[in-house]
Every structure is written in C-alpha cells, then in structure tokens.
C-alpha cells in the first residue's frame, strides 16, 4: 500500500512554455500532498503545501504564480510550471501524507 | 531555524559489513524522525521511522538508534549489500509547522 504515482517521469520543454507534473496517491486518499525540488546531488527542497479544497501554501522564495498546484480531489495533486526557464530544470517530486510521507517516483523537467 | 543534517555527505562500506549513518538535529521539540532512502534516479524510499518516546527501532535488516540528549539519531544497516547503494537522507518536521524537511543526506557505497 501507499503507493504515489507521477506523470510525467520526465519531460523536456521549450524556454517559455509551460509544464504540468501530475501526482496521485494509487491506494489512499490525501488531503495533504506537497511537492519537493531537487537539484543534482543536493537535498529535498519543499516547495509547497497541496491542500485539497483550498489553496496552496508556498515555502519562502517560491512564487506561487511561477508554480501553481491545484488539488482537485483527495488523490489528485498538479504542479504546473508556468514559462519555465533553464534555471527551472530539476528534479521535482511529490508526496502525500498518510501518518508519514510516501513520495512518488520524480518527475525529471529539463529546460532547453 | 531548526535544521536536521547528516554528518559524512559520504560512507563506503565493504560488502556484508554494518553500515552506520549518523544524523544531528536541532529541535529538541521534535518528536519524531523518519530515513528515506533515494536511489539515483528515483523518489525517496521510506525506510524506517522512530518516535521520541522510543530509543530504539527495528526493522528487517536496519535499526535506527534516537539520542534525545545529545539530539542524534543513527540508522544502522545489517549486513550491507550492493542493493543498498543509495542516498540516506534523515528527515523530521520542523517547529513552526511539523512540515518534514530534510537533511542534505549521505551517498552510501558498497566496496565488493
């Protein structure tokens, strides 16, 4: 059990468009998931709060109209980063709460 | 702020030896502490977590030691092999808000 599923595991995209990055809990519902950055050999960077039913709470420094997450059911979270830049590829990668965080696969975005 | 990091970004180990990680933190309200486990490429693994009314948790093959006076925890691994190959991060919430956050996490290598 506590399965965390992303899609997709790894996207390449154009300097100006955007990217959406889907994560869902396979076998719980979540009324929490968060969504994590990190960049080569570094640590877990949280991003932000996915809060079903109401708005996302960001850590310091991330821009909420950069990032935006929507949590439109208890097993569905969504990261979109909007006109992504070079300096946005990295490896970001969620996680749902049931009693601890299980987190999903990753979702590798490369930037050209 | 309150912080948790491991203290060697490296550790090798010979193959079917013990493989000890050791993690400081600096809140002493925290009250609970998880180890995950990310092999190149991929989420982080749940490992093994450990509540502060406990010293001492087991698991099959690790064992994770929490010295509440001195704010260190430890996760141990058996009889170390190739599969264990990761980066060990340990992780616990921080004050303000219990959101999980991370330490910067130890390369594991297993020497054949």
Not at chain 1, 2 to 28: M, N, Y
Not at chain 2, 34 to 40: A, M, P
Request: glycine residues 8%; contains cysteine.
């Amino acid at each position: 059990g506590a399965v965390v599923s992303q899609h997709p595991s790894w996207v390449i995209c154009k300097s100006g468009t955007s990217v959406k990055i889907e994560c869902r809990s396979l076998d719980f519902q979540a009324t929490t998931m968060f969504w994590y950055r990190q960049f080569p050999k570094q640590s877990l960077m949280l991003m932000a709060t996915s809060n079903e039913g109401s708005k996302a709470t960001y850590e310091q420094g991330v821009e909420k109209d950069k990032f935006l997450i929507n949590h439109a059911s208890l097993t569905l979270s969504t990261l979109t980063v909007t006109s992504a830049h070079p300096e946005d590829s990295s490896f970001y990668i969620c996680s749902a709460a049931m009693e601890t965080q299980y987190f999903g696969p990753g979702t590798r975005l490369l930037v050209l | 702020g309150e912080s948790v990091g491991l203290h060697l970004p490296t550790l090798s180990v010979q193959e079917g030896d013990n493989s000890i990680i050791n993690c400081a933190y600096s809140n002493s309200a925290s009250d609970y502490f998880i180890w995950y486990k990310q092999e190149s490429g991929k989420g982080p693994q749940f490992i093994i977590d450990i509540r502060s009314n406990m010293d001492k948790r087991q698991g099959q093959r690790v064992t994770v030691l929490l010295n509440k006076t001195v704010k260190h925890l430890s996760l141990q691994i058996a009889a170390t092999q190739p599969g264990d190959s990761a980066v060990y991060f340990c992780a616990g919430p921080r004050g303000r808000d219990d959101k999980i956050i991370f330490g910067k996490g130890t390369r594991l290598h297993i020497l054949p």
